[in-house]
């Protein structure tokens, strides 16, 4: 009975932040969702240069498409992510970004790095919750009952877009047997697993963005690394793809898990 309560307060701490912030959550969850992006449109101009010439030494292509990778990337970047704030032509920005997220994957030889595909994977889910969410424009901005005809696509959307960020916390799990890792991993998976499925979904993914930004904080303080050091761009750039899961994590716990889902089947139990 007492976890049931502990439960129950906690969901309606949950409820209780959701009214709140209604008005203002999935802004916040779509410019973290593009906040990777936007850093890394904006390091494109200021590192012309270096990305130049990293394409065009690694893949002996020359330095005109050199050039015009650099260009794709930071004009795909940065239009995509003006178009998504400015709520225009949203479904065109979220596929010309899976598409920077492709030819990244592929320039940058992060196929072969486990982790790192694994992030831009989660990215990528990121980015179908945001193009779900653009299918449902005009309607509540927290789910309710969805029809199975109309808004399927939509659902599966969501679904993906949910499972594609549990990949995000599979980086984050440490393989070593202290007390503080194993716990952090198994109540990391717990939570990971009932957003996955759709359970208690709004308060689990709400929890993931506390633990996450937590981490996030913690471990990718690039703004205390001098910014000659590489270690400073590495930092940088885990910390902002990190944001970007917490910005669809956010967007889970505005619209809620979708109609496939424990939640959603719950209704008609």
Not at 53 to 59: F, K, L, N, S
Not at 170 to 181: E, G
Not at 195 to 216: C, E, H, P, R
Request: proline share 2%.
């Amino acid at each position: 009975m007492g976890r049931n309560d502990l439960m129950s307060d906690a969901e309606d701490v949950a409820d209780k932040f959701l009214r709140v912030t209604k008005q203002y959550l999935p802004h916040v969850a779509r410019l973290c969702l593009i906040s990777t992006f936007l850093e890394d449109g904006i390091r494109m101009w200021f590192q012309w240069n270096e990305q130049k010439d990293y394409i065009e030494a690694t893949w002996n292509c020359g330095y005109f498409l050199a050039a015009c990778f650099v260009l794709v990337n930071l004009l795909g970047q940065l239009g995509g992510c003006v178009l998504i704030l400015s709520r225009n032509f949203v479904q065109y920005a979220c596929f010309g970004l899976f598409g920077i997220i492709a030819l990244q994957t592929i320039a940058y030889s992060i196929l072969w790095d486990l982790k790192f595909l694994m992030r831009n994977l989660a990215l990528g889910g990121g980015l179908l919750l945001l193009l779900a969410e653009s299918r449902g424009e005009g309607k509540s901005m927290f789910a309710g009952v969805p029809s199975m005809g109309q808004n399927s696509p939509k659902q599966y959307m969501q679904l993906g877009g949910r499972v594609l960020l549990v990949l995000m916390f599979m980086t984050l799990v440490h393989f070593d047997l202290s007390f503080m890792s194993v716990l952090q991993n198994l109540v990391g998976m717990a939570l990971i697993v009932l957003v996955a499925v759709g359970f208690k979904t709004k308060l689990a993914a709400l929890t993931l963005v506390l633990w996450l930004f937590g981490i996030n904080v913690y471990f990718n303080a690039f703004w205390t690394v001098p910014t000659y050091k590489p270690m400073h761009d590495f930092l940088k750039y885990d910390f902002f793809q990190t944001m970007s899961v917490i910005g669809g994590l956010l967007l889970i716990v505005a619209l809620g898990p979708g109609g496939v889902s424990m939640d959603e089947k719950k209704k008609s139990w």
